[in-house]
Structures are given as structure tokens and as C-alpha cells.
């Protein structure tokens, strides 16, 4: 395989049944085109002498027991590297007379590892790439506007700070929405902050697209909406070539035009289903904050058409006490812990009041802003 330029150099590859013929096979050639292989095995000394010569690791595992799949992921990553490809060659065929003749358990251990092993092993390591690149993606988007507000020197500082954090690494390595979200929204400032020559119009799409994907994963994304508004608006009030319009209007156009692009097909879906383009349990995920004690179990104890004004108003005094809580540990270390609960389930709390405080400040900005373009005007 090494005369075919695979790319696989210095890649991690990881291999289930890697011990069998077949699976032997595939490691031998993965390793011959420069990959590192990790061989995964029920028997975990047959992966390992199989590994061994391949400069590669082995690892024991039951691919019956699903919940150990992630934990698989885990061990590789920490031994040779995040997979960037994996190869389900595991597999297993019970040989009988007739069809008749199968049982429902030789059906169930089949599908067990042939097929249910397959998509939730395939499902983890998507899970750990999309956290890995959604880290890569935060940090390189903080990097970029940090140059475009500070200069290059403050950029690269911010940078190094921002790698060596404790709380980014965590989120970078914590598989749920907080990193992508925070990626998306920062790469949507970055483009923002880069307008100012003949590409801005297709920064500006960029960014009401980056903007739109950020609303997809949390819905405070939507502040990104009027954000990339005012940004669009503060410009030069020149006509625009060919459509005759003011510059400000069509970068605004651009902008909004393709923020809706990106979230259309989400509306569309809650039109179906709900009626509802903006459909959200928002309102559900505060009760499970404030009453659930953020105990997914608790989950279906609520209707997924609960209010917030509900939530409220259903104990006034333990809402609010169960908020300042929140704010004051989110103020102090971003999360509460490192669990579930600390870092997404009680962020959520924090979501609209935190979208008032966010649109007290945009209102702001565009207050400064106008006064910015009269006292510019009356220069």
C-alpha cells in the first residue's frame, strides 16, 4: 500500500477484530501505509502480538457492551492519538443447517456486534473528531479576532493563554454543544471584524452562515442575529455597483439572507412538527435546572410545552435563589463542575436571563454607534 499515497501518514487508525484474519490483514496494511494502528480485540493477547510488530497498540473489548465503546475511544486517543479512521472488521456468523433453525439469541449476539457495535463505536469516534475539531476551531477563531481588535503580537499571547487554559482544554475534550457553540459564535466576530474591503460581502455571508449554525446548536445564538445587523449597517453609506442600493443595506441583506439559509432547514422541520418555527425546550431544560436538580431522569416529569412564565411563577423566590447561584459559580469558574449538570444543565438557567443582559448591551452599541455616525456627520 505504501506506493499509493493514502495519507495515512502518522494517522491513527483503529481496527475491531483485529486479530482475525481479515483483520490482521487490514492492520498490516494500514501500518505499511505509515498509519499507526490500534488493533481491538475480545482477546485482548491476540491484539496484541498483532500490534506489536506494527509499532501499534492492542486493546481488549466486549463490543457487546456498548457502554464501554467510548471508553475504547478514551484509550486509544491517550495511547496513540485521536482515530481519524475506523474500520469495523469484527464480526461474527452463527452457521446453522436451515433458517429455521436459528435462535433468538444467536440473532440478538450477531446483530450485537455485526451491526449495533458497528453505529455506536462509529458514533463515538464522530462524537470525539467533532469535540476535537470544535476546540481547534475556538481557538484558531479567538486567535484570528484577537489580531483583527489587538494587533498580532496581543494575538498570539491570547492564544498561547487561551491552549494552556484549563477550562478551554476541558470544554475542548467535554463531547456536547458548549465548544461547537462557542467556535461558531467566535468565528461569526472574526468575520464580522474583517469587512472592511472588497470581500466583505462574502465575509459577511460567511458569517450570517456561521451565525445561523450557531443559533442551530443553542438557541442564544440567535443575538448574533441582530449583532451582524448593526455590524453590517456601520458602514460607509456608498452606492453599490449595478444594484443601486446602499452598500449598508445590501452587506445587511447578505448577512440576514444567509443566516436564514443556514437555519431554514431547522425552521422547516419545526413548521412540521410544532407549527412553530422557533420551537425550543428552553423553558424545560430551566425546570430541570431549578426543580428536576438537573436529574435527566426527571426529564418527562414536565410537558415539552411548559412556559418559562410557568417555571417562574410556580416558586418565584426558589427560581430566582436557584439562579443567583448559577451566575455567581458561572462568574466565578464558568461552570459548577465538570459533570453534566455543572457544565450544561445548569448553564442553562443562565440562558435568558443572560439573553437580557446580552441585548441590554447590544442596545447599547447601537446607541454608541449612532452617536459615533451624527458626531462623524456633524464633523
Not at 435462535?103 to 463505536?121: I, R, S
Request: with cysteine; net charge positive.
Amino acid at each position: 500500500m505504501r506506493h499509493l499515497d493514502w495519507g495515512l501518514d502518522g494517522t491513527t487508525v483503529l481496527v475491531t477484530g483485529g486479530a482475525g484474519a481479515i483483520g490482521r490483514a487490514i492492520c498490516e496494511g494500514f501500518a505499511e501505509a505509515g498509519a499507526r494502528v490500534a488493533v481491538a480485540d475480545l482477546d485482548g493477547a491476540a491484539a496484541e502480538a498483532v500490534a506489536g510488530p506494527l509499532g501499534g497498540a492492542g486493546f481488549a473489548i466486549d463490543l457487546t457492551r456498548i457502554a464501554d465503546l467510548p471508553r475504547l475511544v478514551a484509550q486509544v486517543e491517550a495511547r496513540l492519538g485521536l482515530p481519524a479512521s475506523l474500520v469495523n472488521a469484527a464480526g461474527i456468523i452463527r452457521r446453522n443447517a436451515d433458517y429455521l433453525s436459528v435462535t433468538e439469541e444467536e440473532w440478538d449476539a450477531q446483530h450485537a456486534v455485526n451491526l449495533k457495535a458497528a453505529f455506536f463505536l462509529s458514533q463515538a469516534v464522530a462524537a470525539r473528531l467533532i469535540a476535537a475539531f470544535a476546540g481547534t476551531l475556538f481557538l484558531l477563531s479567538s486567535w484570528w479576532l484577537a489580531r483583527c481588535v489587538l494587533g498580532r503580537g496581543p494575538a498570539v499571547a491570547a492564544l498561547v493563554v487561551m491552549a494552556l487554559n484549563p477550562f478551554v482544554v476541558q470544554y475542548a475534550l467535554y463531547i456536547g454543544s458548549d465548544m461547537p457553540f462557542a467556535a461558531l459564535c467566535t468565528l461569526t466576530l472574526a468575520l464580522l471584524a474583517q469587512r472592511t474591503d472588497r470581500r466583505s460581502v462574502w465575509r459577511l455571508a460567511l458569517a450570517g452562515m456561521a451565525a445561523g449554525c450557531a443559533f442551530l446548536v443553542r438557541h442564544p445564538g440567535i443575538l448574533l442575529l441582530p449583532f451582524g445587523m448593526v455590524v453590517a449597517l456601520n458602514v460607509q453609506r456608498l452606492t453599490f455597483p449595478r444594484l443601486h442600493v446602499p452598500r449598508s443595506t445590501f452587506h445587511l441583506l447578505v448577512f440576514v439572507l444567509a443566516f436564514f439559509i443556514a437555519i431554514a432547514p431547522q425552521m422547516i422541520v419545526n413548521i412540521r412538527d410544532t407549527g412553530n418555527p422557533f420551537y425550543n425546550q428552553q423553558a424545560k431544560n430551566v425546570w430541570l435546572a431549578v426543580y428536576g436538580d438537573s436529574d435527566w431522569g426527571r426529564w418527562n416529569e414536565v410537558g415539552n410545552d411548559v412556559a418559562l412564565t410557568e417555571v417562574i411563577l410556580a416558586d418565584p423566590a426558589r427560581f430566582v435563589g436557584a439562579w443567583w447561584s448559577n451566575l455567581r459559580t458561572f462568574i466565578g469558574a464558568g461552570a459548577e463542575s465538570a459533570g453534566d449538570a455543572g457544565q450544561a444543565s445548569q448553564l442553562r438557567l443562565l440562558a435568558f436571563p443572560a439573553n437580557w443582559l446580552a441585548v441590554i448591551g447590544i442596545a447599547l452599541g447601537c446607541v454608541a454607534v449612532l452617536r459615533r455616525r451624527r458626531a462623524a456627520a456633524g464633523g
